[in-house]
């Protein structure tokens, strides 16, 4: 049985991982939680899941959770059982790296995912890694470090899993080209004339995914799959000109390997979340499930478009940011998080996501830095969040 954090427990991650724990509890076992202020829910997997150590990060409810779970106690009989409960980033930092989780799966959104992960790193656990900004903000940081502690890397998200699972069997030096399969998003068969004119709740109607709302607004802009392919540079050791992306409106394949030969090899599945983490989880075995199975007659046609430029200008702010390297892929994903959260409370418009984002980026390329540290990363995304609210002011 293996034990195992989460970290982002109530959020669309952390609650499929947990759905995996409760169809496997001969697999896992859960050592700890953390969350961000979803009080109801964290109290209602505490009393499920029994964890350890609990961390809350909005310290103001603290009081609410421990109401809730004396709610949900009333009528049963008294258990020693007690979660040691923290709050704050540091609790958050200590559950991460707490006890004999062998696995910590890293489901927190955005850049408050890059300190918890490297404590967990620096206390030697595994990391099933479903937060994108890990790598993309903190790949100089984070890869030295999982070199120098011997941890595992694992990803957890769909495409990433979908290049990781074709490249088992596949000898060093044999992968020639990735190729990144996108959904498209919300906004993938609307005319580019009328993006001027959609809404928050627009884009959110994702066709094929449910997931939370940050990643769903990325993917309507695409800058998600740009977020993937410095992703996988990192992770796969690859140039930017060998990571390619297609839109791919089935979400069948969930991303192809070219290998030297130019054979090309695809992972399929439902649109099914579960399948990636339960892979993070248990690699290099499988387990069986009862999921549905994936029926290809079902499926139906698989069919591929090239991503338009036009439309999707976030994609390219992405590779210029990863070309450019040092600081600036922090940057970008700073600033992305913020013109998306100012887009989610409809301060901006959808065409303003990318033109603040490119602002940004512009106005930060003198200040790049090749070999940033811990500290030149964290003080480059509050300078580019800031830096979103000038450039919104100027204009």
Known sequence: MKAITILGSTGSIGTQTL?????????????????????????????????????????????????????????????????KILVGQEGICEVARYGDAQSVVTGIVG????????????????????????????????????KKHGVKLLPADSEHSAIFQCLQGVCDGGLRRIILT?????????????????????????????????????????????????????????????IDIVIHPQSIIHSLIEVQDTSVLAQLGWAD???????????????????????????????????????????????AAGKAGGLMPAVLNAANEQVVALFLSEKIGFLDIPRLIETVCDRFSSQNTAEPSLDDIINADQWARQAVFAALRKN
């Open 19 to 83: 759905d995996i724990v409760t169809h496997h509890p001969d697999q896992f076992r859960v050592v700890g939680l953390a969350a961000g202020s979803n009080v109801n829910l964290l109290a209602e997997q505490i009393r499920t899941f029994k964890p350890e150590i609990v961390a809350l990060g909005n310290e103001s409810k603290l009081s609410e959770l421990q109401e809730a779970l004396a709610k949900l106690s009333e009528g049963i009989a008294s258990s020693p059982y007690q979660p």
């Open 111 to 146: 850049c408050a995912g890059l300190l918890p992960t490297i404590a967990a790193i620096e206390a030697g656990k595994d990391i099933a890694l479903a937060n994108k900004e890990t790598l993309i903000a903190g790949a100089p940081v984070v890869l030295p470090l999982v």
């Open 182 to 242: 996108a959904s498209g998003g919300s906004f993938r068969d609307l005319p580019v004339e009328q993006l001027s004119s959609v809404t928050v709740k627009d884009a959110l109607k994702h066709p094929n995914w449910s997931m939370g709302q940050k990643i769903t607004i990325d993917s309507a802009t695409l800058m998600n799959k740009g977020l993937e392919v410095i992703e996988a540079h990192y992770l796969f050791n690859l140039d930017y000109d060998q």
């Open 273 to 319: 979340m579960r399948l990636p983490l339960l892979y993070a989880l248990s690699w290099p075995e499988r387990i069986y499930t009862d999921w549905q199975q994936l029926d290809l007659v079902k499926a139906g046609d698989l069919t591929f478009r090239e991503p338009d430029h036009q439309k999707y200008p976030c994609m390219q702010l992405a590779y």
